[in-house]
């Protein structure tokens, strides 16, 4: 009676162990597989301790009968079900998962043997109210769950020897709260504690206590450790942990498949593999750097993970494939080399072909003027002068062009654009004023500003016979000033041709306004006035 009653007291203490560990799990709300799993496991234990609990009280062979069936399917389902638990745990291939799914047929053969046996005696050879004897069927079967869960011990010991990692606080319980029962229902099949107390299963509840400090303390099955780690795992990019020590701890799928970074136990191995692959000396305490190994970039990135105390725990690198973003940047060089060769090209053909165009109509006018003989001396002084002219503006706008290719930073402000025209001019004295401060506000007409002004200037070195060029440059609260006059000739009468309609257009593309002014011999005025008020800074 005495053993009755502790063994009651130890089977309901476990019991207790087993039900508290499942509405934790259930609690957390998670219902994945790795989850679904190990409640099924631990449902499969419950059946076992109820059972248990019911032999204590049952005193005639059918209600014996009934407790040793109940027993026998949470003992029947417990390794199949351990075993795919432990295989989803170790993230073991889905191949080999989808196996495993037919060792539930053990149990089902299990339990076809146990509900025949009274007509072979195999599996108990005596079953009686008060006494019970194994058959060899029984010893059959046991063998067949201890291999079971043997194999599942092992798969947790793969799974941290397949990371080079030594195995963590979370499989160690995971394993205890199995390999402890199973060492004690040895013994106690082996008759080692010469007691008629069955300690299995409450050994098994005790065994639920490292499972609730594996779920509290280590966040055993806890979604969020589960989705974090999957999401790391998964990742485009690798993710080595090395512990403060400088061993590695953790190491994703993705660093896995780079060739360079197998078989690397500590982080001076790892900086002598990437330093051999890549050609180059890395520093051991990097925070970032990017290697070539063979056709590949690579970007590494290095932060130190430190304790409330601000104590070193552990260093995370992080390795990122970028080779596709040096594709995507050789690709963009190569597409603005050719939008600057257009560029060119129209410019040229735009401003420099035109001019030397007309000088050479200008030469074959003078040509046929000697060869006829004709003697007007006033039309070929004019026509040299037009020459000159032509020459000296065409040897501007090849400036321009000669110098905005040597310097790209004459576009970065409208100051910088007009002073690179104005360095272009040799023969003429130019001067120029600003009034005002330049920001941001101004930088959207930059290319308009620096066209209209290199047109401009062309102009004047073309027709006005000038000797100084003024420049004065605005820069107001709402709008932009260009005032450009030189002391040349001057017109009567102003007729807009390309050179000021192309003016006048990007002008007003812009919201502006431009103005021609002149008077013969008093030279040419040109004033443009761009508003910004709607430029935020």
Known sequence: MKISIISAILLVSGLCGMIGSLTWVLSRGNRNRLTRLFISCQASIVLWIVSELLIQFSETQPQYWISYLIGNAGISCFSPLWLMLTAEYAESTLKLRKRLNFTLLISVASMLVISTNRHHHLYYSVFDAGEVRYGPLFYFFQLIYYILIISGLILIGLKHRRRHERINKQSILLMLSSAIPLIVNTLSIADFFHSNLRLTPFIFGLSSLLIIIGLGRYGLLNINNIAIYDTINNIDSGVIIFKANGQVSYKNMYTNDLPFLQDIENIQQFISAVSEASGQKIPENFSAAEIKCGDEYYSLKQSDCDDNSGKLVARTVTITNVTEYHEHMIAEKQLSLEQERNRIAQEMHDSAGHTFTMISALARMLKSDVQAEKRDTADTLEKLSEIDGLSRSGVTQLRCTINNLRDQQFMASVTNAVQSVITAVRSVETELCIQGEEDERYQFCIREIYENCRETITNTLRYSNADKIDII?????????????????????????????????????????????????????????????????
């Open 473 to 537: 440059l605005k820069f107001l609260p709402d709008r932009l000033e260009l005032h450009i006059l030189d002391n040349g000739d001057g017109c009567g009468n102003i007729e807009e041709h390309n050179g000021l309609q192309g003016i006048r257009s990007r002008t007003e593309k812009l919201g502006g306004e431009v103005r021609f002014m002149s008077v013969a011999n008093e030279g040419f005025h040109t004033s443009i006035r761009i508003p910004v008020r709607e430029v935020k800074i």
